[in-house]
């Protein structure tokens, strides 16, 4: 499905794809100063595609070529449901209401180059191999999570921050990390974290909070399980502040996997 130009897509209907790459379910473009927002509540499914290059995209929104661009919103209510180098949301502003983002591995769910993130209900689960929950790259952002779940692969991240000012609220009650996987990943300096979520590790070599910039945490870590998992890690001069109970597991010296609180 393909719109521009302004006005609202309103899509109800099943989209399914088969294709192994450069496949979209609904794409907008918009040249011009009115917005061209999209209200899916409908699901859509597509295969993995070979390699990320030519991903596959559930919902791919642009903003417009003027200046300033005017920025589309995507609002989603339905399942989106992509294979492994895909992404299942790629735009800007985007509000998920309910429904489940399903990606594969080396995949994103979320990818927003800049106006806020509201996650206010739904799910969403990603794959092995680098796969992202919610990466964002713009200035100024908010990222507000209140999903139900967030299932998050091994070697994997929740949240990616690589933008600036941008800040990430985590109140999700309660995730599981696996092994060698993120919950919440910023480089951003001048950025903000506040996370409310419980955090509970099965295996080895995880980090909660993993950031520049000032991280508030109020959310209790059980690390306990596993050899070398990281509360918080703070980086590049920027500050941490912790008022909730992060229990340790065991160190191994010898392989320099350090379980750490802050």
């Known amino acids: 499905i393909f719109a521009n130009d302004g006005g609202t897509l309103n899509n109800t209907g099943k989209i399914v794809g ?15 100063s009115t917005a061209t927002n999209v ?8 295969a993995s595609a070979i390699n990320t290059a030519n991903a596959n995209v559930g919902i791919y929104v642009k903003p417009s070529t003027i200046v300033p661009p005017t920025i589309n919103a995507i609002t989603n209510s339905a399942n989106i449901t992509t294979g492994n180098n895909t992404l299942g949301i790629y735009g800007y502003k985007v509000d998920n209401t309910s429904g489940t983002i399903t990606t594969g591995d080396n995949s994103v769910g979320i990818y927003t180059q800049g106006g806020n993130v509201n996650l ?37 991240f929740g949240f990616v921050n690589l933008g600036t000012g941008n800040t990430i609220n985590s109140n999700t009650s309660n995730v599981t990390l696996g092994n060698d996987s993120v919950y ?64 340790l597991g065991t160190t191994d010296v010898v392989n320099k996997n350090y379980s750490i609180g802050m």
């Open 39 to 46: 209200n899916n509540s409908g699901d859509i499914t597509l």
């Open 120 to 156: 206010s209900s739904g799910i969403i689960n990603i794959g092995l191999a680098e796969a992202v929950g919610v990466y964002s790259i713009g200035s100024g952002q908010t990222i507000t999570n209140n999903l139900s779940a967030l299932n998050i692969g091994d070697t994997s």
């Open 184 to 247: 919440i990943y910023s480089n951003d300096a001048s950025g903000t974290v506040a996370n409310n979520t419980n955090l509970v590790t099965t295996g080895n070599r995880n980090y909660g909070i993993y950031s520049a910039g000032q991280v508030t945490n109020s959310g209790n870590m059980n690390l306990s399980s596993g050899v070398g998992n990281v509360g918080i890690y703070s980086i590049s001069g920027g500050t941490a502040t912790n008022s909730a109970t992060i229990d």
């Open 18 to 32: 088969t294709t192994l790459g450069n496949e979209f379910g609904i794409v907008v473009e918009n040249n011009g």
